[in-house]
């Protein structure tokens, strides 16, 4: 145990290092903004806008010229005084507001009163700077607002004098200047990235500004290169990752076509890796698997994507360098987690769910993972990130992550990171007669307990049924110290599944919304039907149920399980079951 405390000191103290040395950076960067913003910078010539593939929804102009701005699942009313003045009530109904995407409502309207409404809005943001909190100059959300201001200035720029015309590019010219000053301090992952694409934008748009093409698609390119896996996946393991930055990139690409000049190679071998991945991560009615931080599916997002993938082929089996593997066979799909712990630098949203999978039925999602709340909600993404929000084994009631503890810690790091999880994560899949198997392990248990969770699945090729073992091994050269060796397998289900638990507790009958019906079975083993949540529907958290088997690794190591699709519907399912049968569990 004082080896674990000392290993996990060692390993926040040197994320608190790495924080504080961007925070001494920051702080210079805030004092040389106090004389940057004094400076009246000249006035540039744009020479092109980027293309804005975010959805724009026409009917919120009308909300924002009443003076409603909806951001982050909070509204906020202003009541004839301007927005930017007014307390927000989160941190990320701010950044949403300070990143100005919502820009895109207005042009979307495409009317003389949301053109003014707009330009309005902006001559506010840019008398009331000196108002604005240090969040408005985060090089994430700097970042987000030059791409905004760039790809929206059609929008402002049209039809206006040449007084606003001069102060909107110079404001432009000098947040852009800031920003290549304060690339440094921008979080690694995807806030990094975002801050090298603004001004890799800026630098084709503006006339001052290409002089830096050179040097900034370099710096991108190395970026891509590290952050961007040989197999498509982003280094975090979140899959909504890459709808993130391939929303920017794509348009970059484009961006780099209309000025006649050619793409970084890096950047166009990312995008080629990053498209398949989509398909990857989809199930039957379109929705991404609930891994590492993903929450609802922007599905109008995704179907934007998805129109620049020419490959239009089926998703790839294995992303070995991602860490995730895929079973399909006729309409159904086995997503499993596979990999490692990301680094903890870009750890803010992952989660301690190694080895957990879901399951689909052609549209239907069966088994799920409870996924991450859309915005907001701290207590539900604590618990959200945690093993036993997963579909998977989790042994004494503890994650296979250790997450940084403490709040100052966490305040200083900006979320709870993981400092500690599954290292050495082996797979293996072997194709067979009767269908492909799966075998994977994790020893993210090891070093508190001593042991191995090693997940079994195969799914049959014709896709009606997947047979299933987790089993808990000693790990070589670990003492015994499993402590009471209690332990939970839990299967969680979609909000839309209907289930009921069979008469001899050893079985569940699933019923899917095209009434098809699955059944659940144990060898030996009793089973539960508990309580659960759904937290990534777009409408907040959704109560459902999770299937439950406690057992105590000492007297039973491992458990067999399985999956079947029933034939003959409902009727003949309950017809069969009927003397075995419980009452519904109501949701």
Same mark, same amino acid.
């Given at each position: 145990m004082a080896r674990r405390s000392v290993a996990y000191h060692r390993r926040v103290s040197g994320l608190v290092a790495s924080r504080f040395a961007r925070n001494v950076v920051a702080r210079a960067s805030w004092n040389s903004f106090v004389l940057w913003r004094v400076w009246p910078g000249r006035t540039d010539q744009l020479l092109i806008s980027p293309q804005e593939l975010r959805t724009a929804d026409a009917t919120r102009a009308a909300e924002i010229y009443a003076g409603r701005f909806v951001f982050a699942g909070k509204i906020v009313t202003c009541h004839g005084r301007s927005v930017f003045l007014l307390d927000p009530p989160s941190e990320d109904w701010e950044v949403a507001l300070l990143g100005f995407g919502w820009l895109r409502h207005l042009r979307a309207a495409d009317s003389a009163i949301t053109r003014a409404n707009a330009r309005s809005l902006v001559e506010e943001w840019l008398s009331s700077q000196q108002h604005a909190s240090k969040t408005a100059w985060r090089a994430d959300v700097l970042a987000r607002r030059v791409i905004s201001f760039l790809s929206q200035a059609p929008l402002l720029l049209s039809d206006t004098d040449g007084r606003f015309y001069r102060r909107?590019?110079?404001?432009?010219?000098?947040?852009?200047?800031?920003?290549?000053?304060?690339?440094?301090t921008a979080a690694d992952g995807v806030p990094r990235l975002q801050v090298l694409i603004a001004l890799c934008y800026a630098s084709l748009c503006l006339a001052n500004h290409a002089r830096h093409i050179r040097s900034i698609t370099r710096r991108l390119s190395e970026e891509l290169q590290r952050q961007i896996l040989p197999d498509g996946g982003h280094i975090s393991r979140n899959p909504s990752a890459l709808i993130e930055l391939l929303l920017d990139l794509l348009p970059l690409?484009?961006?780099?076509?209309?000025?006649?000049?050619a793409p970084p190679p890096m950047l166009l071998n990312a995008i080629d890796r990053m498209m398949p991945m989509l398909r990857f991560f989809r199930h039957g009615d379109g929705n991404f698997a609930l891994f590492n931080g993903m929450s609802n599916t922007p599905s109008d997002l995704l179907a934007t994507l998805l129109a620049y993938d020419d490959a239009h082929g089926s998703?790839? *089996? =294995?992303? @070995?360098?991602?860490?995730? %593997?895929?079973?399909?066979?006729?309409?159904?799909?086995?997503?499993?987690?596979?990999? *490692? =712990?990301? @680094?903890?630098?870009?750890? %803010?949203?992952?989660?301690a769910g190694c080895l957990s999978f879901e399951l689909s039925s052609g549209t239907n999602r069966i088994v799920i993972n409870c996924g991450m709340p859309t915005s907001g909600r701290d207590n539900w993404r604590t618990f959200a990130r945690e093993t036993a929000a997963h579909s998977v084994l989790t042994f004494s009631d503890t994650s296979s992550c250790e997450f940084v503890a403490l709040s100052a810690m966490k305040r200083l790091l900006h979320g709870a990171l993981i400092v500690s999880g599954p290292a050495n994560v082996e797979a293996y899949r072997e194709?067979?007669?009767?269908?492909?198997?799966?075998?994977?392990?994790?020893?993210?248990?090891?070093?508190?307990?001593?042991?191995?969770?090693?997940?079994?699945v195969m799914l049959s090729s014709d896709g009606s049924k997947i047979d299933g073992e987790d089993a808990i091994e000693a790990a070589p050269g670990a003492s015994a110290r499993m402590g009471n060796g209690d332990f939970a397998l839990r299967f969680h289900l979609h909000p839309a599944i209907k289930a009921s638990r069979l008469s001899d507790a050893r079985g569940v009958m699933l019923v899917l919304p095209n009434r098809d019906v699955w059944t659940f079975e144990t060898r030996e083993d009793k089973v539960d039907l508990e309580d659960s949540v759904f937290l990534a529907g777009s409408d907040g958290p959704r109560r459902t149920a999770q299937i439950v088997i406690r057992q105590n690794a000492r007297q039973v190591p491992s458990i067999r399980w399985s999956f079947s699709r029933s034939t003959g519907g409902v009727a003949a399912t309950t017809a069969r079951r009927n003397a075995r049968r419980e009452p519904e569990l109501p949701l």
């Amino acid at each position: 145990m004082a080896r674990r405390s000392v290993a996990y000191h060692r390993r926040v103290s040197g994320l608190v290092a790495s924080r504080f040395a961007r925070n001494v950076v920051a702080r210079a960067s805030w004092n040389s903004f106090v004389l940057w913003r004094v400076w009246p910078g000249r006035t540039d010539q744009l020479l092109i806008s980027p293309q804005e593939l975010r959805t724009a929804d026409a009917t919120r102009a009308a909300e924002i010229y009443a003076g409603r701005f909806v951001f982050a699942g909070k509204i906020v009313t202003c009541h004839g005084r301007s927005v930017f003045l007014l307390d927000p009530p989160s941190e990320d109904w701010e950044v949403a507001l300070l990143g100005f995407g919502w820009l895109r409502h207005l042009r979307a309207a495409d009317s003389a009163i949301t053109r003014a409404n707009a330009r309005s809005l902006v001559e506010e943001w840019l008398s009331s700077q000196q108002h604005a909190s240090k969040t408005a100059w985060r090089a994430d959300v700097l970042a987000r607002r030059v791409i905004s201001f760039l790809s929206q200035a059609p929008l402002l720029l049209s039809d206006t004098d040449g007084r606003f015309y001069r102060r909107y590019l110079r404001n432009l010219a000098r947040e852009i200047r800031y920003l290549r000053h304060t690339m440094l301090t921008a979080a690694d992952g995807v806030p990094r990235l975002q801050v090298l694409i603004a001004l890799c934008y800026a630098s084709l748009c503006l006339a001052n500004h290409a002089r830096h093409i050179r040097s900034i698609t370099r710096r991108l390119s190395e970026e891509l290169q590290r952050q961007i896996l040989p197999d498509g996946g982003h280094i975090s393991r979140n899959p909504s990752a890459l709808i993130e930055l391939l929303l920017d990139l794509l348009p970059l690409r484009q961006t780099f076509a209309a000025r006649n000049i050619a793409p970084p190679p890096m950047l166009l071998n990312a995008i080629d890796r990053m498209m398949p991945m989509l398909r990857f991560f989809r199930h039957g009615d379109g929705n991404f698997a609930l891994f590492n931080g993903m929450s609802n599916t922007p599905s109008d997002l995704l179907a934007t994507l998805l129109a620049y993938d020419d490959a239009h082929g089926s998703p790839m *089996a =294995s992303m @070995p360098h991602s860490g995730f %593997q895929r079973l399909d066979a006729a309409s159904t799909a086995v997503i499993m987690d596979t990999g *490692a =712990s990301p @680094p903890p630098n870009v750890s %803010q949203d992952a989660h301690a769910g190694c080895l957990s999978f879901e399951l689909s039925s052609g549209t239907n999602r069966i088994v799920i993972n409870c996924g991450m709340p859309t915005s907001g909600r701290d207590n539900w993404r604590t618990f959200a990130r945690e093993t036993a929000a997963h579909s998977v084994l989790t042994f004494s009631d503890t994650s296979s992550c250790e997450f940084v503890a403490l709040s100052a810690m966490k305040r200083l790091l900006h979320g709870a990171l993981i400092v500690s999880g599954p290292a050495n994560v082996e797979a293996y899949r072997e194709n067979l007669p009767d269908g492909v198997l799966l075998t994977a392990s994790h020893d993210g248990y090891a070093r508190r307990f001593g042991i191995i969770h090693r997940r079994a699945v195969m799914l049959s090729s014709d896709g009606s049924k997947i047979d299933g073992e987790d089993a808990i091994e000693a790990a070589p050269g670990a003492s015994a110290r499993m402590g009471n060796g209690d332990f939970a397998l839990r299967f969680h289900l979609h909000p839309a599944i209907k289930a009921s638990r069979l008469s001899d507790a050893r079985g569940v009958m699933l019923v899917l919304p095209n009434r098809d019906v699955w059944t659940f079975e144990t060898r030996e083993d009793k089973v539960d039907l508990e309580d659960s949540v759904f937290l990534a529907g777009s409408d907040g958290p959704r109560r459902t149920a999770q299937i439950v088997i406690r057992q105590n690794a000492r007297q039973v190591p491992s458990i067999r399980w399985s999956f079947s699709r029933s034939t003959g519907g409902v009727a003949a399912t309950t017809a069969r079951r009927n003397a075995r049968r419980e009452p519904e569990l109501p949701l």
